[in-house]
């Protein structure tokens, strides 16, 4: 399958919001400004599709982009960010947990992580609650471009150990290299194989 369309559905902060169930769902989970949005937008070949900035908590609500008609990409609210007060917290935890919850087309909930940083207790928390809710406990590291072949080696074996993800998956990425584009590609590729749902994505010709 080439994509041929991509379409921003919605901002979702309450189940009403969300977008009807049938088509299959993967999420993305990590601290505010760790690259889900980037990462978004080097996997669809896009610059600006889900929106970036250099803002951490840019990100807060739920983003939905389906690409096709044939299956969705989720941009989770990102976690982590230091200036929000207590009751913006309180909010953001509640419309995450209400989405990972509830969802029945949910496929698979992916944990990114900023390769060059030790996973926070928030990354454990959100992690340890993937594994919990069975899902297969997927961490893509971002950011790579920032460090040599060999520490981004040593740093996959940091997270890995802090995570206690020992044979887990692990992919590190660079949007602005684009790293592992399509070992990601085929990743998602695995997912909907497993999920019965008959979703093959090609490479596709790079525009950028
Ligand atoms: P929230 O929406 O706040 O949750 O953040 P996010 O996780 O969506 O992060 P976003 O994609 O907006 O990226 C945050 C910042 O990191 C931006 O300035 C990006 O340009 C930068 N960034 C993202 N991915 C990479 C990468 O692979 N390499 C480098 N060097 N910078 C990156
Ligand atoms: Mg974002």
Known sequence: MRIKSMEFLIS???PLQYPEEPLPEIAFAGRSNVGKSSMINMLLN???FARTSSTPGKTQTI????IDNAFRFVDLPGYGYARVSKTQ????GKILNTYLNK????LEVIQLVDIRHKPSAQDKEMYNWILEAGY??????TKADKMSKGQIQKQLGVIRKELGAKDRIIIPISTL???????????????FEANDYDIHLERQNDSK
């Open 103 to 106: 969802r029945e087309n949910l």
């Open 63 to 66: 983003n939905f982009y389906e």
């Open 12 to 14: 979702a902060v309450k």
């Open 46 to 48: 896009r610059r600006n």
């Open 136 to 141: 297969n406990g997927i961490i893509i590291a």
């Open 89 to 92: 917290h309180e909010s953001w």
């Open 177 to 191: 290299s684009k790293l592992n584009k399509y070992e990601v590609w085929d990743l998602f590729n695995g997912i």
